[in-house]
């Protein structure tokens, strides 16, 4: 099974890494239910122009920690 099947029912992150390697991010998608803000989770800040959580689960544009929903649209598909 390819990449893009396994990864084709999953809402994933359309933001572009920051740094040397500035490419199209794929990261799995969450959503904070403190303020409703969806994007990827990153090591480090500012690491996806699209990041809504930290590497600690803290949400980048309120400060709520751990108000995590997702991964958004998850599918488990191995053995698919």
Request: hydrophobic fraction near 30%.
């Amino acid at each position: 099974m390819s990449y893009d099947a396994i990864k084709a029912d999953r809402q994933l992150c359309t933001g572009y890494r920051k740094g040397g390697q500035a490419a199209k991010c794929n990261g799995q998608l969450y959503r904070c239910t403190a303020c409703s803000t969806i994007g990827c989770r990153q090591t480090y800040v500012e690491g996806c122009s699209e990041q809504a959580f930290d590497v600690n689960w803290k949400c980048t544009k309120c400060g709520a920690l751990s108000q995590k929903e997702g991964p958004l649209n998850f599918v488990n598909r191995i053995g698919a």
